[in-house]
């Protein structure tokens, strides 16, 4: 019982022990990948929601200023009574519900006719009808959607303002300035001013929705609040006037950058105090700021209750655990102290003595079977050794299927970006064998940055096959980080050289052209020259020399440039092209290559290529191909 209790003790502590540790973890990662995961999804909704909106807001203040803009040039073409102003302002309101009121506010003695006096006759609705305020005396030319517009001659949009004595409610202006020629002088007229209400885009502000209680509001180009749940901070307070009033430096941190019209997502505590996580975009027409806002509490409820429910569940488990422990500790010793018995017997020299009969297919009943195989352990040698051949052939016959499937990995599918009409690319390899080291690869960096490569490793068969398979990993890897050709080779040849028993290396041609100009930037570490093919002739381009990569830490290695014009076709290949032998031993070379492609065609890139394969087989003339023949061409078209 000794025995049990302290088996059963031991694996208690270890398996709980190391159980508890390992949910432990699953426990913390879960909750902190969880967290990521719905901040990433919040942040996009939340941008989503925000563009849209903001999108919403600007098709309508654009539709807005498009509408004034086509009623002040009318007034600099066309000659116009009172009655006749007046109907060209309430046509204004026809197919535009958004706009609350028009006005035309004219320059005092600017000319004849209604600008010779201090005269905004203005238009507003209410209540589904049109009213006229035709107030002479209304003081608008102190107005600032009257002085800025004026001064600057193009298109403002006010600040919004509580428009007392016209609208009488909180708005933001549109304002045109518009002119008439007198004598060969263009002289300012006056004003078209259209006004949008505030509540409008309130709706529009207000229909986002954001988890339970987040709310979003709307600031001016100055930081004051425009649109908020809180109506008591409407127009009386600004971003900046709430931090300074309660000591919050952060944010007016965060209300510079609204002003400055950049856009972000990040943590936030509302004025209530509440943490949450907000996100703003400007309105870039008007220079305001759309934010939303959302409590973080609310964010991670769903986390939290994940959380304490995989919480009870792991402590259940571990609890069953251990009583599982304790019984299979007691199955074990049972069987281990009769076992221990018949052993004492055959110490003594009764090598017939009897073994129990465990039948359990654990370690205890693998002990038994091992005594009992000692009778016949040249039998069961030869019958490992059996089941070891077949083993290794089986491993054989996977290798090859991995071979076949190192070879699918390549790009085969032409044409490769059909929606990408600024280039066109085309890549083939023809192993030389079951298994080959050649490779190459194509893939977009980012929208307009697309990075091709080709590469020959030396030596044959299964481990070339494998380190191709490495190297086209890493080669991809770096380059998706953004680096230049030269850092990608670098690095790339660093993590190979840093364990390379067997000095394997790989020679790699790395380049990255822009779609949108043309530019290619590339290195080379020591593979075969591309060749150029220009309108006025081809040629191999001359590369600046790189090293190998995988034998040597910190090799360097320099990226170059130069400009396709479209038209133009960069040719890369592998030594398996130049050195494809004759019967005669004979190798095919870089001439033969040269004046092979300013025979064959040029402008579709398979058919360029197929001319190629057709020539190296017709030179090789059944001779059995010693190396893999592998090709990459790629035209530049250039942007439309």
Known sequence: MRADRSIAYKLILVITGCSALIFAATIGYSYYHSRMVLERELEENARNQVLA????????????????????????????????????????????????????????????GPGSRSFAPYFYRKKGDFLFVPDDTFEYLTQDWYQIPKELGRQEWSEPYFDQGGGDIIMTTCSVPFYEMVGNERRFRGIIATDVSLDGLTDIVGSMKVLKTGYSFLLSRNGTIL??????????????????????????????????????????????????????????????????????????????????????????????????VVFIAHSITTPLRALSKATEVIAAGNFDAELPSIRSQDEVGVLNQSFIAMRVSLKKYIKELTETTAAKERIQSELKVATDIQASLLPRIFPAFPDRPEFDIYATMDPAKEVGGDFYDFFFIDHDRLCFLIADVADKGVPAALYMMVAKTLLKTEAQRGGSPDEILSAVNNILAADNENCMFVTVFCALMDTRTGEVRFANAGHNPPLLIESQGIRYL????????????????????????????????????????APEAELYGEQRLLEALQRGPKEELAEMIQHIRAAVKQHANGAPQSDDVTMVAIKYRGTK
């Open 53 to 112: 909106s903001v999108n919403r807001v600007e098709t309508i203040l654009a539709a807005i200023g498009k509408v004034t803009e086509g009623l002040a040039r009318s007034l600099e073409t066309f000659n116009y009574t009172d009655k006749s102003l007046n109907t060209m302002l309430m046509a204004t309101f026809a197919g535009n519900n958004e706009i609350y009121g028009v006005c035309a506010a004219f320059e005092p003695d600017a000319s004849s």
């Open 227 to 324: 649109t908020h749940p809180s109506k008591d901070l409407i127009m009386n307070e600004s971003i900046f006037s709430i931090a300074e009033s309660r000591n919050i430096p952060s944010l007016r941190d965060i209300g510079r950058k609204m002003v400055h019209g950049e856009s972000g997502f990040l943590p936030y505590t509302d004025i209530q105090g509440v943490k949450s996580w907000m996100y703003y975009a400007p309105v870039s027409l008007t220079g305001w700021t759309l934010a939303v806002v959302f409590p973080e509490h609310e964010l991670l409820a769903e986390v939290h209750s994940l959380t304490l429910t995989l919480a009870a569940m792991g402590i259940a488990g571990i609890l069953l655990l251990a009583v599982a």
């Open 542 to 581: 001359a590369l600046k020399a790189g090293f190998v990569l995988g034998p040597v830490l910190d090799s360097t290695y320099e990226t170059e440039r130069i400009t396709l014009q479209p038209g133009e076709t960069l040719f890369l290949y592998t030594d398996g092209v130049t050195e494809a032998k």
